[in-house]
Nanobody, 115 residues
Framework: QVQLVESGGGLVPPGGSLRLSCAAS????????MAWYRQAPGKQRELVARITSTGSRNYADAVKGRFTIARDNAKRMAYLQMNSLKLEDTAVYYC?????????WGQGTQVTVSS
């Protein structure tokens, strides 16, 4: 039922910015929790940011002050604005939708921070 498609990844220099987008379909998006995760090579997938249906946000310590998660319920979209990117931000970034304690995943978009 749920389909998530990420976009916006790419290659950026340290200190640069990217905005990731996630288009959702097949769910009552307005009541779902949206999140962004990332997975770097050789590491476990980790939570980057989460936003509830009411707009409450939380962030991993590593990205606080640099990343912003947002959602547009009318457009069924979630976003991750990434500023001041660091080398260690390099990872595949995944959009996630949570409903009834079950996470649904997109295919991921590659973010590479390199000089």
């Amino acid at each position: 039922q749920v389909q998530l498609v990420e976009s916006g990844g790419g290659l950026v220099p340290p200190g640069g910015s990217l905005r990731l987008s996630c288009a959702a379909s097949g769910s009552m998006f307005n009541i779902d929790i949206m999140a962004w995760y990332r997975q770097a090579p050789g590491k476990q997938r980790e939570l980057v940011a989460r936003i509830t249906s009411t707009g409450s946000r939380n962030y991993a310590d590593a990205v606080k002050g640099r990343f912003t998660i947002a959602r547009d319920n009318a457009k069924r979209m979630a976003y991750l604005q990434m500023n001041s990117l660091k080398l260690e931000d390099t990872a595949v970034y995944y959009c996630s939708l949570r409903r009834a304690s079950v996470d649904y995943w997109g295919q991921g978009t590659q973010v590479t921070v390199s000089s």
